[in-house]
């Protein structure tokens, strides 16, 4: 056991020497990943992408060096200064060359692994676009909807950052209304926030919105009327216990009262039949412009010959 010991100390003692005379040599050639930082004006463009923090080179030089190198002990990144960044997202690496040889010396430059670096770098703008609140199917209530338009103070809002995340806005700025299913007048400051995929690029000027609107009920109500036959030729008929149809409609609240204005009646005009099957449908007189989404029951009449 002991000769093991001392068999193995013996072999760590050659192994650590052997390690450190080659380190020692010089002539070694490695790729490695050498740090870097983009400079540009920060008061005037924005990175829309994740800028890139290394490049790939091919060195030679002393092992101690290349080493430390290689597993990025102290390493101060080489600096890359643009002076317009948004004309050109890219930069050929036989530009910075020389100076990167000259950084890193001792340790020798043998060659650039990419012909390129990549950037996306885009010039700060302020930009007046709408604001426009966020509506979906589910905004009203069942029945329930809009009257008029909504009123927004302020209307637009000036809003800055990189041009091609302020074209993805598409000139409007969507607000949610923090609500579902309303069925009341509508009447709340909001805040004015970028999206948040565009939050660490944009800037807004007005913290909050204003928006009021009005909201109005559509109530569901039915008629039982008379049908009236016009145009039939004499041998032309309907089913003689067919004398009502039922009429269902949705109605503005506002208006109900106005119903007792008007006498309805269920029409069949012969010259509206349907030549194919001979059927006839219902439609009613007069159709005041505040009904919607008018039904019959029965829709469709079939026609009696003699």
């Known amino acids: 056991m002991a000769n093991l010991k001392v068999a193995a100390l013996c072999f760590l003692a050659a192994a650590t020497f052997w390690v450190l005379n080659a380190l020692n040599k010089d ?5 490695v990943d ?42 101060t990144p080489f600096l890359i200064e643009i002076s317009n960044p948004s004309t050109k997202n890219y930069i050929l690496t036989s530009e910075i060359r020389r100076s990167l040889a000259e950084s890193i010396s001792p340790t020798g430059l043998v060659s650039m692994v990419s012909d390129t670096i990549k950037f996306q770098v885009d010039k700060i703008v302020t930009r007046k676009i709408k604001i426009l609140p966020d509506t979906t199917a589910n905004t009203f209530a069942k029945n329930h909807r809009l009257v008029g338009n909504m009123e927004l103070d302020p209307e637009t809002v000036n809003i800055k950052g990189p041009v091609s995340v302020l074209q993805q806005l598409d000139g409007s700025l969507k607000i949610p209304l923090g609500e579902e299913k309303i069925n ?80 309805f009646e269920a029409i069949l005009n012969y010259n509206n039949r349907n030549r194919e099957d001979s059927t006839i449908a219902v439609q009613v007189s007069p159709k005041p412009p505040f009904l919607e989404k008018i039904k019959f029951e029965p829709e469709i009449l079939k026609l009696k010959y003699e």
């Open 27 to 31: 002539n070694y050639t490695t790729v």
């Open 34 to 75: 050498y740090p870097i930082e983009i400079i540009f004006d920060r008061e005037e463009y924005m990175a829309v992408e994740k800028l890139p923090s290394r490049i790939k080179i091919e060195i030679n030089g002393n092992g101690w060096d290349l080493l430390r190198k290689y597993f990025k002990f102290n390493e």
């Open 184 to 263: 009341k007048n509508f009447n709340k400051i909001l805040p004015l926030e970028a999206p948040n995929a565009f939050k660490e690029y944009l800037t807004l000027e007005e913290e909050s919105v204003h928006i009021h609107f009005t909201v109005t009920q559509m109530l569901e109500g039915n008629k039982r009327l008379k049908i009236k036959t016009v145009n039939f030729p004499k041998n032309v008929s309907i089913n003689e216990d067919m004398t009502t149809v039922m009429m269902s409609y949705l109605i503005d609240e506002r208006q109900v009262n106005e119903l007792g204005n008007y006498e």
